[in-house]
């Protein structure tokens, strides 16, 4: 198991008022080459526990283990390499670019910053990522306001990408984007996931995204999964009845049409 | 039939801007009647937003050289002056947007936002008839949320809020725009039982604009499919949706993933994109990006068909049908 959360809890504290308990106790494994989808509604505390994973939101109680490891327990360079191999794409690919930076800069810092490999090496690399997210050579040179969305978030796996995760948490990465793009980086990241053996945590409020890609799914309402399990069981056989209120509000063209006939 | 509520014919719009002229809409016709429930659908830079905008020339339209017509309740809305359009605007064709937050007014009450939609009210009976509206649209507390600030309150209560100001004028069409992109599903789902009824209730039509097949599918009953500034395809939304004409529909019927296909099936998607209005491509809009085009689609524009209530705008059809 690459990824073991034992009753992880997330609390938010501010002075003077009474504090926030995002994440109330969760507990869930990822295998190695896994995909495990998220699925939840604002608020019910799906991103406050991807912050925590990724090493950005202290936990207030629980454990984190990675390969077996302790995060916790870690080592400052122990927790280095673990920051290093767990990576997050986000919703706002546009956003978490830097406007100012090309393409090419993008890729290229993050593989001096964290010295992925030798300088004379980095023109070679940063072709061969964009190659792997499907963007053409024709960009490395464009800033990010000249890009589509689809684009920035391929841009935004490149750049994560150059930092040879393991584990890529995925946050609403395609419900910014029209529906034929959207298609084009579901395949990308399906792909991406097979070629490089890569595990997946992918976090969206849209139950059919989460069918199409992952082999396990947890339903998370107010801080707590309701339902976690095989993803066929929990689409196929909801038992939680927040799911299926969930799988019922889906917009789905197929069941709208064939409940109206 | 009687005739429609609206009637759009050959719409265009025009923007002349440091002396290059686009048309990001072009020809556009469709026809909504009494109490009816039509979606305009396509990827975002089609010309959907701008085609509801143009109705009653909200901006950016009313910088737009607009031409063929756009009859509403028999008069045509372009070529009416400021006064009639504000008419139409406050009683004949409402608006919801995606992003209630930005067409609320942050400073001001909810309460004090819905009385300026209800200016034949008197003073005395304003409260009672803005917590009338909003008990209508389902909030759970409409006193408290009279006096709320837009702030104070969700995302699905702010769309209510909006609902309840559009509603306020009792129009005969409700213009969404995507109503409930920005909400969760759950949500979503509310909003759109809530326009539904209110729609029933008070026999509104309802012109949904939307990239959300899935909405279309089980709440609406015509769709027009939109490209490249043009309608590429309509008729009856079960039979557009379970038997595509025009590549376009058939592609993005493809690229959604559904909830009852097995996992891993690849998606697939349209390649390329949709083309900017100062290079709409000279043949068929689609052609650059169509798996089924033949020479003749990169050179002539195809006519637009009509059979089984359907309309096609594609060479293949064509031939199909002579
Ligand atoms: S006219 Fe030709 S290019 Fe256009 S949609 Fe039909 S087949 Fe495709």
């Given at each position: 198991?690459?990824?073991?959360?034992?009753?992880?809890?997330?609390?938010?504290?501010?002075?003077?008022?009474?504090?926030?308990?995002?994440?109330?106790?969760?507990?869930?494994?990822?295998?190695?080459?896994?995909?495990?989808?998220?699925?939840?509604?604002?608020?019910?505390?799906?991103?406050?526990?991807?912050?925590?994973?990724?090493?950005?939101?202290?936990?207030?109680?629980?454990?984190?283990?990675?390969?077996?490891?302790?995060?916790?327990?870690?080592?400052?360079?122990?927790?280095?390499?673990?920051?290093?191999?767990?990576?997050?794409?986000?919703?706002?690919?546009?956003?978490?670019?830097?406007?100012?930076?090309?393409?090419?800069?993008?890729?290229e810092e993050v593989l001096c910053v964290h010295r992925m490999c030798p300088p004379g090496k980095i023109t070679g690399r940063v072709s061969e990522l964009l190659d792997r997210v499907g963007l053409p050579e024709t960009v490395l040179d464009a800033y990010p306001r000249e890009l589509s969305g689809g684009q920035c978030q391929r841009v935004s796996f490149a750049r994560c990408l150059a930092l040879e995760p393991r584990l890529i948490i995925a946050d609403e990465p395609v419900s910014a984007l029209d529906v034929s793009v959207q298609a084009r980086i579901l395949n990308l990241v399906r792909t991406l996931q097979k070629e490089l053996d890569l595990t997946l945590i992918l976090i969206s409020h849209d139950l059919a995204v989460v069918r199409n890609i992952c082999d396990h799914v947890a339903v998370m309402r107010a801080g707590v999964f309701v339902e976690n399990g095989k993803a066929s069981e929990v689409f196929d056989a909801p038992q939680h009845p927040y799911t299926r209120e969930l799988l019922a509000a889906i917009p789905d063209i197929a069941r709208s049409l064939s409940r109206n006939q | 039939?009687?005739?429609?509520?609206?009637?759009?014919?050959?719409?265009?719009?025009?923007?002349?801007?440091?002396?290059?002229?686009?048309?990001?809409?072009?020809?556009?016709?469709?026809?909504?009647?009494?109490?009816?429930?039509?979606?305009?659908?396509?990827?975002?830079?089609?010309?959907?937003?701008?085609?509801?905008?143009?109705?009653?020339?909200?901006?950016?339209?009313?910088?737009?050289?607009?031409?063929?017509?756009?009859?509403?309740?028999?008069?045509?809305?372009?070529?009416?002056?400021?006064?009639?359009?504000?008419?139409?605007?406050?009683?004949?064709?409402?608006?919801?947007?995606?992003?209630?937050?930005?067409?609320?007014?942050?400073?001001?009450?909810?309460?004090?936002?819905?009385?300026?939609?209800?200016?034949?009210?008197?003073?005395?009976?304003?409260?009672?008839?803005?917590?009338?509206?909003?008990?209508?649209?389902?909030?759970?507390?409409?006193?408290?949320?009279?006096?709320?600030?837009?702030?104070?309150?969700?995302?699905?209560?702010?769309?209510?809020?909006?609902?309840?100001?559009?509603?306020?004028?009792?129009?005969?069409?409700?213009?969404?725009?995507?109503?409930?992109?920005?909400?969760?599903?759950?949500?979503?789902?509310?909003?759109?039982d809530l326009i539904d009824s209110l729609a029933d209730a008070c026999q509104m039509a309802v012109l949904l604009i939307t990239h959300n097949l899935g909405i279309v599918a089980g709440r609406m009953s015509r769709i027009s499919v939109m490209y490249a500034g043009q309608i590429v395809e309509s008729g009856a939304v079960a039979s557009v949706l379970t038997q595509p004409r025009h590549p376009y529909t058939r592609g993005l019927l493809a690229a959604v993933p559904l909830l009852d296909a097995p996992r891993n099936a690849p998606l697939r998607d349209i390649p390329g994109t949709v083309p900017s209005p100062d290079a709409w491509p000279a043949g068929c809009a689609f052609a650059p990006r169509c798996p089924a085009a033949q020479p003749r689609c990169h050179n002539l524009p195809p006519p637009e068909t009509e059979s089984d209530g359907r309309q096609c705008r594609c060479w293949l059809e064509g031939t199909a049908c002579c």
């Open positions: 198991m690459l990824l073991n959360v034992q009753d992880l809890r997330v609390t938010y504290r501010t002075p003077g008022q009474k504090p926030v308990e995002a994440v109330r106790g969760v507990s869930f494994g990822v295998d190695t080459g896994g995909a495990f989808g998220i699925v939840g509604e604002s608020g019910c505390g799906k991103s406050s526990l991807a912050r925590t994973i990724i090493g950005l939101q202290p936990a207030a109680a629980g454990v984190l283990r990675f390969e077996g490891h302790d995060t916790g327990q870690m080592d400052a360079a122990a927790f280095t390499r673990y920051r290093r191999a767990v990576q997050m794409v986000f919703q706002d690919a546009a956003g978490s670019l830097n406007p100012r930076m090309t393409v090419r800069q993008t890729v | 039939m009687s005739a429609p509520l609206l009637q759009v014919e050959k719409l265009a719009v025009t923007f002349r801007q440091e002396g290059v002229e686009t048309t990001p809409v072009r020809s556009v016709s469709f026809a909504i009647h009494a109490g009816g429930r039509v979606a305009v659908v396509g990827e975002s830079g089609c010309g959907k937003s701008l085609t509801a905008m143009s109705l009653t020339r909200l901006p950016p339209t009313d910088r737009a050289q607009l031409s063929g017509k756009v009859l509403f309740d028999g008069t045509d809305t372009l070529t009416l002056n400021r006064d009639g359009l504000a008419r139409v605007r406050g009683h004949g064709i409402a608006y919801v947007f995606q992003d209630p937050s930005a067409s609320l007014n942050p400073v001001m009450r909810v309460r004090d936002q819905i009385a300026e939609c209800l200016p034949g009210v008197r003073r005395a009976e304003r409260l009672a008839a803005t917590v009338r509206l909003l008990t209508q649209t389902g909030l759970p507390d409409p006193a408290r949320a009279a006096n709320a600030y837009p702030c104070e309150l969700s995302g699905g209560q702010q769309q209510r809020v909006m609902l309840a100001m559009a509603l306020a004028a009792r129009p005969k069409l409700l213009v969404a725009d995507e109503p409930t992109t920005a909400l969760d599903v759950t949500t979503q789902r509310h909003v759109l």
